[in-house]
């Protein structure tokens, strides 16, 4: 019966240690998954920027010359991501794929013009920015009119602003419920132990002393659970690399690197304070308050 009460004994606080461990691993993932996203939230807003349509309709009867002269011109622009030329006979091809029908043999002509498609950097998708680009686009001889979906533009310069306040309100609350929970995880630790502090407190021990192997213990639950965290995060990026190029720049080392010691040192300071203070809690209560 002597030899099987130290091993049950061990198994069970391997138990605990491990529970302790699991849970702050869950919570510091969530911490990491948060700040690669807000890490990341400007990336998002400018994916979705330069994906607007900014069209320039074209002149009849443009010659190749003064067509591809122009798309230089707007390709060495500052505010000019990518540019495309659509010619009269695809865009007309375009549209019968989308209606089903041929109107070009139907109308037996083809109304549409020659366009050129761009893609502004996500800085000039502002609406006074894009109406100085509108001007300096129409002084261009070869420019019929530009198109552009105003609309879009204000309703996603709007969403973007109420988004990135939605996402600072978020970060300050998940930071608030994650340090409530390693918190009360930890305390709840400490406090199957409260009788050995107040052993330890009987016999002379100093509160440094007392609070140093729980500190020592609970840090390494916090620099474990943040190895944990970061290992699981690295993992689904690589496993979800292809859809996460668009949203998240994976190969942005800064990033990366900033998420993972952002989420180790969530979990060595909460770790740590928790610790020093329900420690503490325990250190001022008399033998009988610990009932």
């Known amino acids: 019966m002597r030899k099987k009460r130290p091993s049950k004994l061990k198994r069970r606080l391997f138990r605990s240690y491990l529970t302790v461990t699991i849970s702050i691993s869950l919570i ?15 990336r998002l807003t400018d994916y979705v920027r330069e994906h607007v349509g900014f069209t320039l309709v074209l002149q009849e009867n443009l010659r190749d010359a003064e067509v591809l002269r ?50 502004l950097h996500a800085p000039y998708m502002q609406e006074d920015s894009l109406l100085v680009l509108e001007n300096e686009f129409l002084a261009y001889p070869q420019v019929r009119e530009v198109y552009y979906q105003r609309d879009l533009v204000k309703v996603i310069n709007n969403n973007v602003r109420r988004i990135s306040l939605f996402l ?14 390693i918190n009360n995880t930890i305390r709840i630790s400490i406090y199957s132990q409260r009788f050995v502090i107040n052993t330890m407190k009987l016999v002379g021990a ?8 729980f500190v020592v213990r609970t840090v390494s639950y916090g620099l474990l659970g943040g190895l944990l965290a970061n290992f699981v995060i690295w993992a689904l990026v690589l496993t979800f690399y292809d859809s996460l190029q668009n949203f998240v720049d994976t190969n942005q080392i800064d990033a990366l690197g900033i998420t993972f010691v952002v989420t180790l040192l969530s979990g060595l300071i909460i770790s740590w304070l928790s610790t020093y203070f329900a420690v503490n809690k325990y250190l001022r209560m008399s033998y009988n308050e610990l009932f």
Not at 206 to 213: G, M
């Open 28 to 42: 510091l993932f969530m911490v990491g998954l948060l700040s690669l996203l807000v890490l990341n939230a400007g």
């Open 70 to 119: 122009l798309q230089k011109i707007l390709s060495a622009s500052a505010a000019v991501k990518s540019t495309e030329y659509i010619n009269k006979e695809d865009a007309a091809e375009s549209l019968a794929d989308d209606m089903g029908e041929d109107f070009v043999d139907f109308l037996g002509f083809n109304p549409l013009f020659s366009s050129i498609d761009l893609k």
């Open 168 to 181: 600072l309100v978020l970060v300050f609350l998940m930071l608030f419920i994650c340090t409530a929970l």
């Open 206 to 213: 100093t509160r440094s002393y007392i609070r140093r192997p």
